[in-house]
């Protein structure tokens, strides 16, 4: 079958080369893609969000399956939009309905869909301008850290931890009364700090089944040690060792089971990724966040250890007998160390020729923010490329990694060299 991937970061790179794999794909379009899916099918110059366009090319290309990599397009309604048209009715979509996409849109709803089906999470209420005075009321009242939280989509950067509440109430009165988030800021999420350790699981549902894919632990601050601002991601690893039998069977039963019991409870359609941003919390699992598609740069280590070929599965959602499939995992642990622009996740330079990526050695390069002008490489965005390896020890899978980091040039580049190490 002839598949289109939407997206153009390195979540996408890592599902273009993990679907590019199967026999079952006859022609992969990536739209828009960048320098490195284009090593994996043909990049498409058309936007995720563009519905019309991506209906016009799936037509008359004989598409049979739309992937969607980012949020925006699903939050948007692109499942909604193709069930609607008789025309595109038959073409499989992988990813959730509008109302299911509102898991990530509104963190808002995903706190009240919690509440609702009994899942752990930490305390909260929500406010917006008209009520900004309660709000500063209800922030002295917790103690601190203070989680302040953007509702809507702010390219994972919409959210802060206050240690003080001075701190909290001028970050709250910038997101609502300055627009530091836009319209995602519309409305403020007011969240209980939780201490523990974070962790994204991930499932892959047809709306009344699942299968569990690899967890993995993601590091999100730029500074090393987990300091200074927060990025869309630093790196990734997993599988994460503190994931044993017990901590997995609680989040099946307190949090993935009630979760997809809850959406079909509520006449939610949902068929595609649920990514659970979890806390370990002395060894009960709250949810932080969802998501409704993979993440990124979790996406370039989690595919690293499916062996299994992807598109049976993909198949297996959109017929509903995803309880028939399997999944083979391996058992090694995958590294990934992401590439960033000089000055990322604030003001950067793009447009800088990358050399180097023909030396590595053990990693897999997946472009994230790329562009190919004039027979080269370069740099299109603040996250550039992330390395992904894969060895039989976390030890020797960070090394070789950060080993493969250093013959990458671009100027100002930049990367964490302690991704992993405190799970050592």
């Not at 109430?169 to 409305?187: P, T």
């Not at 350790?197 to 894919?213: H, W």
């Not at 997809?260 to 941003?277: A, S």
Request: net charge negative.
């Amino acid at each position: 079958m002839k598949i289109l991937l939407l997206g153009s970061g390195g979540r996408e790179s890592a599902f273009a080369w993990k679907i590019s794999q199967s026999p079952l794909c006859k022609g992969l379009f990536i739209a828009p893609g960048n320098a490195g899916t284009r090593s994996y099918g043909k990049n498409v110059n058309i936007s995720p969000t563009d519905f019309e366009k991506i209906k016009e090319f799936v037509i008359d290309n004989d598409i049979k399956m739309v992937v969607v990599g980012p949020e925006e397009p699903l939050v948007k309604g692109i499942y909604d939009f193709f069930q609607k048209d008789l025309n595109l009715q038959h073409i499989a979509v992988i990813g959730p309905s509008k109302d299911g996409a509102m898991l990530e849109g509104s963190k808002d709803f995903a706190k009240e869909f919690m509440k609702r089906n009994q899942i752990p999470t930490a305390k909260s209420q929500t406010f917006t301008k008209e009520t900004i005075e309660t709000g500063i009321q209800y922030i002295n009242k917790q103690k601190v850290p203070i989680v302040i939280k953007a509702d809507g989509l702010a390219s994972g950067k919409g959210v802060i931890i206050a240690s003080t509440h001075i701190e909290a109430i001028e970050e709250f009165k910038s997101i609502l009364l300055d627009n530091k988030f836009g319209e995602a800021g519309a409305a403020v999420v007011i969240e209980e700090f939780l201490q523990g350790i974070e962790l994204s699981m991930f499932v892959l549902t047809d709306g009344n089944n699942y299968l569990l894919l690899p967890e993995a632990k993601d590091y999100k601050r730029i500074g090393e040690g987990d300091t200074g601002l927060n990025t869309g991601g630093m790196g990734s690893v997993s599988p994460v060792p503190f994931v044993d039998d017990t901590f997995l069977q609680k989040v099946k039963t307190k949090i993935i089971v009630p979760t997809i019991l809850g959406l079909k409870k509520e006449n939610i359609t949902y068929k595609g990724f649920i990514f659970i941003g979890l806390m370990n919390v002395a060894g009960e699992p709250y949810v932080i966040e969802y998501n409704v598609r993979m993440g990124d740069p979790e996406t370039e280590s989690v595919l690293m250890r499916i062996k299994s070929d992807i598109i049976p599965l993909f198949i297996s959602v959109t017929q509903g007998t995803i309880n028939s499939q399997d999944i083979e995992i391996l058992p090694q642990t995958a590294v990934t160390i992401m590439l960033v622009s000089g000055g990322y996740p604030q003001e950067h330079l793009t447009g800088l020729e990358i050399t180097g990526i023909e030396n590595l050695k053990y990693a897999i390069p997946f472009h994230a923010s790329t562009s190919f002008q004039d027979d080269k490489i370069k740099t299109a965005g603040g996250r550039v490329i992330a390395l992904t390896c894969i060895s039989d020890s976390l030890f020797e899978a960070s090394q070789n990694a950060t080993t493969d980091a250093g013959r990458i040039h671009f100027p100002g580049k930049y990367f964490r060299k302690d991704i992993g190490i405190d799970l050592m």
